[in-house]
């Protein structure tokens, strides 16, 4: 990814580093220490999940964006390699509606009355 | 030096790491299994290097065969544009292989028959053999470019490469639901505060043991994973600084005493990352075999034959199969860096490759947290 693909915010980052790439394993190491230590730490279970959930994202974007260059390709890359994220989505959609507790207790928010229950 | 010369070299490197670490396991006797660990480590990086010095030898021959020196493949400047790019059979040829080892593999793990397995393998080492003929003397000048929408202007095997990727995010994408829709299944037990190692409180009937519990044991026990991701954060760093050195013009040594070592010229640059890269995902592949040896035949068995141990050697072991195939393309790229192959022309293909070794760091984003941490 050369200098004139970076954005200002990317070359800032990067400037301390000599360039983005290292600055990238710096991020990516510092966010593996922090992934493991969350674990070690005996957070309550949602705590720990936010923060293995908000890590992974990080790590996801910085080797997607710098490593495979997705920053500096067309748009249309970036695009074909989102695309198979909706089949995933839809997999754990899935996963959220047959596991055993999925149907008996569903947050309120997901079972409005759209259609009147059978018998009513 | 030839690659011939190297196969050789990296052979009896296999059988010296083996012989030491047999040695070191007769007489060395610690706590946490570290003389297993040693044991297995060596039978594996021995397996690694043997496997690496017979196609470095496969190489050197097939570059003796058909030369594929570099500038012999007639694609100069004043002719490539009628030398439009002609494509190339290996790929079909390997997946035919790929095909018959498959069949062959059912027909010889219930019949005893070797003949169509044997044969998918020699086809499918014809394809691999003619790929590198054709890529050892590519200079990259006549890189095929996709015409019309949605991709014109890219480099088609980019846009192979990435819709490869696709398919390869859904593979992965069916092992993790697979792995969470099971374990949201067992979600019952996760309220329980209980130890399933018989420490402390004793956990209920049907409590599910997962792979995280084990690994999370111990600091010894987690640690193999922990440098696994260390060590492929770090290879995908290597290789996308070997890809920048290839595609530098005005190459300049690196001001720093270490990193003026490390590349010292542009060739070594390139081969010194691309190598270290290889190095990393071997170191890898031995560290995960330890850690799975230690799983299976540890104080508490955590096997195949069990649906939380199914899923778990499935997908780690689909995700190291990835590795291991990505090794032996980083194995030719090292032996094409040590003849001065790479250039600014063709180091495209580095990035090609540099995109799937990634595409395996971004799955080991997934894995880690799901099946070592939590």
Known sequence: MSEHQMAK???????????????????????????????????PRYETWAVLIGVGIVKAFGIAAWFMHLRGDPVIITRTAIFPFFFVALMLWGIGLTNPAGVENLPSWCTPPWVPAYGA | MSAIAIGVGLILLGVFVLATSQGMHAFIHTTH??????????????????????????VGLVNTSFGGGYGEDDHGDDGHDEHAHHGSWSPIIMAFGVMLFLMGFIEWNHEGNFGILGLGLVITFAGIANWWREDFGNDGKSEPMSYGEPFGGIEVRKVGMWIFLMSEVMIFGSFFSSYLRLRTGWTTHWDVKCDAFGHGTPCPDGYVVVASELINESFWTLLPGAINTFALILSSFTLVTALRHAKMFDWQKPMGKLTGWWMPDQRRAIRNNLVATLFLGSMFLVL???????????????????????????????????????????????????????????????????????????????????????
């Open chain 2, 288 to 374: 995960k075999l330890i850690e799975w040896d230690h799983m299976m035949n540890g104080a508490h068995p955590f096997t195949i034959d069990t649906l939380a141990g199914s899923v778990f050697y499935v997908t780690t072991g689909a995700h190291g199969f990835h590795v291991f195939v990505g090794l032996l393309v980083l194995l030719f790229f090292s032996f094409k860096a040590q003849r001065g192959g790479w250039s600014q022309d063709n180091a495209q293909s580095i990035e090609y490759f540099g995109l799937y070794w990634h595409f395996v760091d971004l799955a080991w984003v997934a894995i880690f947290p799901a099946f070592y941490l939590y």
């Open chain 2, 33 to 58: 299994g570290l003389d297993h660990a040693i044991y297995i480590g060596g039978m594996v990086a021995c397996a690694l290097l043997v496997i690496f010095g017979t196609i470095g030898i496969l």
């Open chain 1, 9 to 43: 915010w990317e070359m800032a980052l990067a400037k301390p580093f000599g360039n983005i790439y290292n600055f990238n394993l710096a991020l990516l190491m510092l966010f593996t220490v922090i992934e493991v230590g969350a674990v070690y730490m005996d957070l």
